[in-house]
Nanobody, 121 residues
């Protein structure tokens, strides 16, 4: 099994920045495709960003392109989401997830508990 723990959420003003971290407990972290999802109030969960095991390929939902950057440090078993130019629409619970699939769009098998990000407008 693998456990994922998110951190770095909080309250930030519109236009500000926030960096989320996801720490994994598994010994084979480098073999997982990793991703960030979010669920806003009254909304369904949506894919935000994903990254392959080597970090060579990334994918973002259109609404965050140019503002968010996903990265990973396999040595530290940690994934990051740098969020800049935050908007009120970014307010959501952000979830870290891991996939045993071969692509970023493959199903995700493991999930963290989530961290709240609130952007004041």
């Amino acid at each position: 099994q693998v456990q994922l723990v998110e951190s770095g959420g909080g309250l930030v003003q519109a236009g500000g920045s926030l960096r989320l971290s996801c720490a994994a407990s598994g010994r084979t972290f480098s073999s997982y495709i990793m991703g960030w999802f979010r669920q806003g109030p009254g909304k369904e969960r949506e894919f935000v960003a994903g990254i392959t095991w080597s970090g060579s390929n990334t994918r973002y939902v259109d609404s965050v392109k140019g503002r968010f950057t996903i990265s990973r440090d396999n040595a530290k078993k940690t994934m990051y989401l740098q969020m800049n130019s935050l908007k009120a629409e970014d307010t959501a619970v952000y979830y870290c997830a891991a996939s045993t699939g071969r692509t970023i769009l493959s199903p995700y098998d493991y999930w963290g508990q989530g961290t709240q990000v609130t952007v004041s407008s």
